[in-house]
């Protein structure tokens, strides 16, 4: 009984509930008086109600401790055992696959595949799409393309023991056939790996049916469905087919990545079609900012090849300049110029980051509020992001937020751009403190807020959105005043074609010491691919450093200019007045 009494309470009730289950019933004899009316006169009373002198004793027959332990760990648990989990042929060809595909290893999942054919085991939908999914490469399925068809592998096995891409494509189509019989029209997953599965066999028309299947039966386009059919083109030089199939794409309303250009460029690099590579580059400058490294170098060799041809538009000068802060390099040609967002492609912008700014409310029409708050005082020129101001080289640990150094900026930016309307948007928790501040800050903020020049985001608002929307909203004459380099998951929603341009353009830096204030203003040229008035071709690889492919004939630009270039040079309204 010792061992039975060092238990709790509860965990002693739970022990001798289940033992009366297991050995009949427990004797129970009382130890001390029976309360006066316990039994007959209150029979509805409770054990809890018994006076502490009075207690119950269990009697119990002879048990192991180590039995008595087993059964209070199963009562506490509620009685139930833990299930076993049964492995069943298909969970144990399941955790082969994912075994597999975490080492990216088509051996062990085909070796997989066929121990299940041979024990009879019906595969499931998803089991066929894992394979195929391995089939045509995982993840790697782009590097396994491109050393497929540099190899010329058409083997059934290269050098490594490795099934060659037409071995693989082989069982690809007979892993999609048997889908197709068991559950009909396999899912757009599949006709993707087939496609990869074609392209890397070499047959970029294969793959690029497969995609036009799909669009057939009315899936919605992807660029993936269409992606392996680009590699195809460009591992052979197929420029037609893979400038038909750019134009395609452009129909389809899908945008390209800066590697999916890239491939294009590779496939026409030799080939005459000039007039059709211009829109690609055209629509690059739409699309992308600074390129990559590597697309540099497909560009450079594209125009080399260019220049050897007989027929074509003549040699270019392909050379690579550091641009000066007016634009200008050492070639003696056009400057770079600014490219502004036209008007739709700005109202566009302006609605994307609306409904998204509506989405993260907690209460929609709070920004409605602020937008109507807007119509009634006027557009502001100059957006001041304040969390980014005041927090500008204070001590992140103790968390100060600096609302003098605000002031100070406030002041500086009515002397560099006189007669522009300003805009502090602060959060609500910040705002509150400014109560407790001195009067001559209490009185600067009362006087913004009457100008109309000062707004508070409601709470559970994210203020982001509000300066980015407001000056946005300004149109080219607007500029925002933050250190933000918004690279974080909230402006990753937003289109990078006009989020990257428009940043650019309107984005002022800063540095404050003490109260002396330096503004870094945006360049008067914008970094993305431009067809210069002197015919000049000109690539960012960085902000200051580009390639320029310049033709020996000086001509008017021949191709049509992107949205926004008809006019060149900086914006004079952006420019301060010192």
């Not at 059934?156 to 891409?165: A, E, I, K, Q």
Request: hydrophobic share 40%.
């Amino acid at each position: 009984m010792q061992f039975v009494n060092a238990l709790s309470r509860a965990h002693r009730q739970r022990m001798l509930a289940c033992v009366s289950n297991l050995h009949g019933s427990v004797q129970f004899r009382c130890t001390g008086a029976r309360p006066q009316g316990l039994v007959g006169g209150h029979p509805g009373r409770s054990r809890r109600e018994i006076p502490q002198h009075f207690a119950w004793r269990a009697t119990l027959p002879p048990l192991n401790a180590q039995h008595i332990m087993q059964t209070v760990d199963s009562a506490s648990s509620g009685g139930r055992r833990k299930k076993q989990r049964i492995e069943t042929p298909l969970t144990l060809m399941r955790q082969a696959l994912v075994q597999a595909t975490r080492q990216n290893s088509w051996a062990d999942a085909w070796q997989a595949y066929q121990s299940a054919k041979k024990q009879d085991i019906k595969l499931t939908a998803d089991v066929y799409n894992s394979l195929l999914f391995m089939c045509s490469g995982g993840e790697e399925w782009e590097a396994l393309c491109a050393r497929g068809q540099e190899a010329g592998e058409t083997g059934p096995h290269n050098g490594d023991g490795v099934p060659s891409c037409e071995t693989r494509l082989e069982v690809g189509q007979s892993l999609f056939s048997e889908m197709e019989a068991l559950f009909g029209t396999p899912s757009e997953m599949c006709f993707t790996a087939l496609a990869r599965l074609a392209a890397m066999a070499g047959d970029g028309k294969r793959a690029l049916a497969l995609g036009e299947e799909l669009v057939s039966q009315g899936v919605p386009p992807k660029l993936r469905n269409f992606t392996p059919a680009l590699h195809a083109f460009a591992a052979h030089r197929q420029a037609s087919e893979a400038l038909g199939l750019f134009t395609r794409l452009q129909a389809l309303s899908l945008s390209l990545t800066e590697d999916d250009y890239r491939l294009i460029i590779r496939a026409a690099c030799g080939s005459p079609l000039w007039a059709s590579m211009q829109d690609v580059f055209l629509a690059m400058g739409e699309e992308l900012t600074v390129l990559q490294p590597g697309t540099l170098e497909v560009v450079e060799a594209y125009f080399e090849a260019l220049s050897s041809q007989a027929e074509g538009p003549g040699p270019f000068t392909i050379s690579r300049q550091t641009v000066r802060a007016d634009g200008q390099d050492d070639s003696g040609g056009e400057p770079i110029q600014a490219v502004k967002l036209s008007s739709a492609e700005r109202d566009t912008f302006i609605k994307g980051i609306a409904n998204l700014a509506r989405r993260s409310q907690r209460e929609p029409n709070k920004f409605e509020q602020f937008d109507a708050w807007l119509e009634e005082r006027g557009s502001p020129e100059i957006i001041i992001d304040a969390a980014n101001v005041g927090f500008y080289g204070q001590n992140a640990g103790a968390g100060m937020f600096c609302f003098p150094q605000m002031k100070t900026m406030v002041e500086h930016l009515g002397t560099v751009f006189p007669g522009k309307k300003p805009l502090v948007v602060l959060s609500a928790g910040r705002a509150q403190r400014i109560q407790k501040l001195d009067p001559a800050l209490r009185t600067f903020f009362a006087k913004l807020e009457e100008q109309g020049s000062f707004f508070v985001t409601p709470f559970g608002s994210n203020d982001d959105w509000y300066w980015m929307y407001a000056a946005v909203r300004a149109g080219e004459v607007g500029v925002l005043v933050s250190n933000d380099e918004m690279r974080d998951h909230t402006f990753q929603l937003l289109a990078p074609r006009y989020f990257e341009k428009w940043k650019q353009r309107h984005q002022v830096r800063y540095q404050i010491y003490n109260t002396l204030v330096t503004l870094q203003l945006p360049a008067p040229y914008t970094a993305c691919i431009q067809h210069l008035p002197d015919g000049a071709w000109v690539f960012p690889l960085s902000v200051t450093r580009w390639l320029r492919a310049q033709p020996a004939c000086v001509g008017p630009p021949t191709g049509t200019l992107p949205p926004g270039q008809a006019e060149f040079g900086a914006d004079p309204a952006l420019q301060p007045q010192l």
